[in-house]
């Protein structure tokens, strides 16, 4: 998959940024943009943050048979990884010419540079010697990779260290970091690449070109150099001529970055050294700011707890008390009780019951035994039969029984509780 390309607007636009010094994150033409190092639990292991780019750096080493041009002297191998993680532009398993690059100019940079002791790497003359693997890998793309390439690179290996060893004749014993501890790499100086960005032919210089920037400009010129001011190393890409001057223009700005980087990473090593001295927590997880969108954090209210009871004692005292006691619960119906108060509660009543016209004294005798019938509802045959004779001696009678609703009277006139068709109405005369 290929990256989206710039379209002739932005190029346009960028281009005459450049020419008025200015720059898409608000830099000027020589800044650099913040570097942030971090290193993991085990040595060796680091990680360089260069704005947006993101870069890991491994160390390991193990035990290998030398060359035999040079029998005395350690290996250096160098292996950068560009993953599709990092830029949809990196294709998996296929070297393209960035990674080519890289791996050129690290080389050139950390190994022919003799930056390292690779003869304090050797175990045995000709037989054993450590083989010191560097693996880079590029987790975000935001531009100048080789930069944040071999700041991780020599951090990495200024913060490795190799197993202890010792040789008796031909054989070779190596000792785990409990029984002796790790020993550091012998590091004579640091060289770091510092890229430079050419726009319109020349005319225009940036320090640490980002992605955008990278994009539109005609060329790259990258000087590695150390502290002591000594160049390592000088590349040029892009096919642009440029003049001494601007050579010795650039290097003098490298040389005041270099230093500054440098000293970020001895301050850097020098910190993780005194946590794990000390025996404070220490890698990537302790590096990573303690924000948590779950947690809400509340200031501490104090609370004075010295006169609490005679605060206590005032507002008991302040209370009213109830003048009047609480009447007791009315039993309504079956069922149904009020407490205080206001209109009777006629839940669970027959809505018959309300409707009905004013009673009579006759009418008023028989309703004393609408309740009585309600007391044999559910019981046997015999039990309602008892009921009717008895409610016919008072001439009217009204019985609930199962849902079964009747009237009866011995007068002509006839009283129809309710005309639900699902109910079953029978009138007996």
């Given at each position: 998959?290929?990256?989206?390309?710039?379209?002739?607007?932005?190029?346009?636009?960028?281009?005459?940024?450049?020419?008025?010094?200015?720059?898409?994150?608000?830099?000027?033409?020589?800044?650099?943009?913040?570097?942030?190092?971090?290193?993991?639990?085990?040595?060796?292991?680091?990680?360089?943050?260069?704005?947006?780019?993101?870069?890991?750096?491994?160390?390991?080493?193990?035990?290998?048979?030398?060359?035999?041009?040079?029998?005395?002297?350690?290996?250096?191998?160098?292996?950068?990884?560009?993953?599709?993680?990092?830029?949809?532009?990196?294709?998996?398993?296929?070297?393209?010419?960035?990674?080519?690059?890289?791996?050129?100019?690290?080389?050139?940079?950390?190994?022919?540079?003799?930056?390292?002791?690779?003869?304090?790497?050797?175990?045995?003359?000709?037989?054993?010697?450590?083989?010191?693997?560097?693996?880079?890998?590029?987790?975000?793309?935001?531009?100048?990779?080789?930069?944040?390439?071999?700041?991780?690179?020599?951090?990495?290996?200024?913060?490795?260290?190799?197993?202890?060893?010792?040789?008796?004749?031909?054989?070779?014993?190596?000792?785990?970091?409990?029984?002796?501890?790790?020993?550091?790499?012998?590091?004579?100086?640091?060289?770091?690449?510092?890229?430079?960005?050419?726009?319109?032919?020349?005319?225009?210089?940036?320090?640490?070109?980002?992605?955008?920037?990278?994009?539109?400009?005609?060329?790259?010129?990258?000087?590695?150099?150390?502290?002591?001011?000594?160049?390592?190393?000088?590349?040029?890409?892009?096919?642009?001529?440029?003049?001494?001057?601007?050579?010795?223009?650039?290097?003098?700005?490298?040389?005041?970055?270099?230093?500054?980087?440098?000293?970020?990473?001895?301050?850097?090593?020098?910190?993780?050294?005194?946590?794990?001295?000390?025996?404070?927590?220490?890698?990537?997880?302790?590096?990573?700011?303690?924000?948590?969108?779950?947690?809400?954090?509340?200031?501490?209210?104090?609370?004075?707890?010295?006169?609490?009871?005679?605060?206590?004692?005032?507002?008991?005292?302040?209370?009213?008390?109830?003048?009047?006691?609480?009447?007791?619960?009315?039993?309504?119906?079956?069922?149904?009780?009020?407490?205080?108060?206001?209109?009777?509660?006629s839940w669970g009543l027959e809505e018959e019951e309300e409707d009905e016209p004013p009673m009579t004294e006759d009418r008023k005798t028989g309703s004393t035994f609408c309740g009585f019938l309600?007391?044999?509802?559910?019981?046997?045959?015999?039990?309602?039969?008892?009921?009717?004779?008895?409610?016919?001696?008072?001439?009217?009678?009204?019985?609930?029984?199962?849902?079964?609703?009747?009237?009866?009277?011995?007068?002509?006139?006839?009283?129809?509780?309710?005309?639900?068709?699902?109910?079953?109405?029978?009138?007996?005369?």
């Amino acid at each position: 998959m290929r990256d989206t390309p710039l379209s002739n607007c932005e190029k346009h636009f960028l281009l005459k940024a450049i020419q008025e010094k200015k720059r898409l994150d608000g830099r000027q033409t020589y800044d650099y943009r913040n570097i942030k190092i971090t290193f993991g639990t085990d040595y060796g292991c680091c990680i360089v943050e260069l704005g947006k780019t993101r870069v890991l750096s491994q160390v390991s080493c193990e035990l290998v048979s030398p060359k035999d041009s040079r029998p005395t002297e350690g290996i250096m191998f160098f292996n950068v990884e560009l993953s599709p993680m990092a830029s949809p532009a990196f294709e998996p398993n296929r070297q393209s010419e960035l990674l080519v690059t890289l791996n050129r100019q690290l080389e050139r940079c950390l190994r022919n540079s003799k930056c390292i002791d690779t003869e304090s790497l050797c175990v045995i003359s000709g037989e054993k010697v450590w083989q010191i693997r560097v693996d880079v890998h590029v987790l975000n793309h935001d531009g100048n990779l080789l930069d944040a390439a071999s700041i991780a690179a020599i951090s990495a290996l200024s913060h490795f260290r190799r197993p202890d060893v010792s040789a008796q004749g031909q054989d070779v014993t190596v000792y785990s970091p409990e029984e002796r501890d790790p020993i550091p790499l012998s590091i004579y100086h640091m060289p770091i690449c510092v890229g430079f960005a050419f726009f319109l032919q020349g005319s225009y210089l940036l320090v640490d070109p980002c992605e955008r920037e990278e994009r539109v400009m005609d060329g790259l010129l990258v000087i590695a150099m150390n502290k002591h001011r000594e160049i390592c190393s000088i590349q040029s890409s892009g096919g642009i001529m440029l003049l001494k001057d601007q050579v010795l223009r650039c290097s003098k700005i490298a040389s005041v970055k270099v230093s500054e980087i440098t000293e970020l990473i001895n301050k850097a090593l020098g910190n993780d050294k005194k946590v794990r001295k000390e025996g404070g927590k220490f890698g990537f997880a302790e590096s990573m700011p303690k924000v948590r969108i779950t947690t809400l954090k509340r200031d501490e209210a104090p609370v004075e707890m010295t006169d609490v009871d005679e605060t206590a004692d005032d507002i008991l005292n302040g209370t009213e008390t109830a003048t009047e006691p609480v009447s007791s619960p009315v039993l309504c119906a079956t069922g149904t009780a009020q407490v205080g108060e206001g209109l009777l509660n006629s839940w669970g009543l027959e809505e018959e019951e309300e409707d009905e016209p004013p009673m009579t004294e006759d009418r008023k005798t028989g309703s004393t035994f609408c309740g009585f019938l309600q007391i044999y509802k559910g019981y046997s045959v015999g039990a309602f039969w008892l009921c009717v004779i008895v409610a016919f001696s008072v001439e009217i009678f009204v019985i609930n029984i199962y849902d079964l609703k009747c009237v009866c009277t011995l007068a002509d006139d006839v009283t129809v509780i309710s005309d639900s068709e699902e109910e079953e109405v029978v009138i007996l005369n």
